[in-house]
């Protein structure tokens, strides 16, 4: 299991919710769709960008 520092790549705030778990996106490029592995889906909570992780990602929570 991987750690990593949740930075949010717009505002660079560390703090997010998570917005869903063990989301797959479907997509479609040209004449290939494709579908993601299970995903957790954050959400800043400064800018609300979305943040996409693989599953076994774990975050640190850092409280200001
Ligand atoms: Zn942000």
Not at 6 to 16: E, M, Q, S, V, Y
Request: hydrophobic share 30%.
């Amino acid at each position: 299991m991987k750690q990593k520092q949740l930075c949010c790549p717009i505002c660079h705030g560390n703090k997010a919710e998570i917005a869903g778990e063990n989301v797959k996106i479907s997509g479609r490029f040209e004449d290939k769709e494709f579908l993601t592995t299970p995903l957790t889906v954050l959400q800043c909570m400064q800018c609300g960008y979305y943040m996409f992780f693989e599953k076994s990602a774990q975050f640190t929570e850092k409280n200001s």
